[in-house]
């Protein structure tokens, strides 16, 4: 338009013009009503209201097989069971008939059975959503694994595993993007409380500066390295003076050097001298060489060693190798 007039007028000129006089000027007041009249009303109920699509709107089936859906006795067109949450609800109905001759007392209890039967609908649908939204059927038939496995991005602790169990009868009461929304959250508070504690730890020991914690952190895995070492040969040294200690009673007396580790310990265990364990060990081995050999002999075992000991010493000796099991 402005190319139009010419180069007297700059466009915002024209403009200007053009509504001064064409929209708020005579013309434009005759021509544009203040009230449009006619105007198309807008009826769209808001979502979740009484007549809103949002109640009527099926959701998807399920990704199940026909195998599965006869397992369950899962109609997928109609996203229903053969089974549903109180089967019998429709016998509160189904019976019920409008009569012109009712009276108001009639006609109240025939309502409020259709109200106790919307109430029963109401329930298995909520019932429905509950497993449509935390996928109870595929939890069911074993396939919600490895989805979960993939969706998680942290592992789960026990103490937020058994959380999650105690929690379970509230699900009913929450979505399940909620109840993940609830763990995350308190994951992170978790995190974020370990990240002040570690913060205030560095500002008690004078660290102000982030750069200065890399250097603490070494010095601290240090300290703690020699620490643990220190413990650790100090736990040996005590298992030795323990181990010393057990074989104090037997450790002075003629023979001990001659046993193994074993015997030690069956010598203290006994409360046997070594120089009387070695006697009846050498008198048993003896006897069992010459009935191998096909000589008679005659056990000659001290009088010290009652049958308690001499089985218990058999049986270490056949359990050592020393003599066969038949011996014992």
Not at 224 to 252: M, P, T, V
């Amino acid at each position: 338009m402005a190319a139009h007039v010419g180069a007297s007028r700059t466009p915002q000129e024209v403009m200007e013009h053009y509504v001064s006089m064409y929209i708020h000027g005579n013309l434009g007041k005759a021509c544009i009503p203040d009230t449009i009249p006619n105007r198309v009303t807008d009826h769209t109920c808001p979502s979740g209201g009484p007549l809103s699509p949002s109640l009527t709107t099926p959701l998807p089936p399920l990704d199940i097989s026909v195998a599965e859906q006869q397992q369950l006795g899962y109609m997928p067109l109609r996203d229903d069971y053969e089974i549903e949450y109180d089967q019998d609800a429709e016998t509160l109905i189904s019976g019920l008939s409008v009569n012109y001759d009712d009276d108001d007392v009639e006609i109240e209890l025939k309502r409020a059975h259709v109200d106790m039967y919307v109430r029963k609908l109401k329930e298995r649908q909520r019932r429905k959503n509950i497993a449509r939204d935390y996928n109870l059927v595929p939890a069911f038939l074993g396939k919600d694994k490895k989805e979960k496995e993939k969706a998680l991005k942290r592992k789960i602790t026990k103490e937020e595993k058994e959380l999650r169990l105690k929690l379970r009868p509230l699900y009913q009461f929450m979505s399940c993007k909620e109840f993940d929304d609830l763990f995350e959250n308190m994951h992170k508070e978790k995190m974020l409380r370990a990240k002040i504690r570690e913060l205030q730890r560095y500002r008690r020991n004078g660290i102000t500066k982030m750069e200065e914690s890399a250097e603490y952190e070494a010095a601290r895995h240090k300290r703690e390295k020699r620490k643990e070492n220190k413990n650790l040969a100090g736990s040996k040294r005590g298992k030795e003076d323990g181990k010393d200690s057990e074989f104090a009673a037997i450790e002075n007396l003629p023979g001990f050097e001659l046993l193994s580790d074993r015997e030690k310990v069956l010598c203290s265990s006994l409360n046997l001298s070594p120089a009387r364990y070695v006697t009846v060990k050498t008198i048993i081995i003896k006897d069992h060489l010459q009935k191998r050999q096909g000589i008679p002999s005659k056990s000659r075992l001290p009088s010290y060693l009652d049958k308690v000991l001499k089985k218990r010493i058999l049986n270490f000796l056949t359990e050592s190798g020393w003599i066969s099991r038949d011996a014992s």
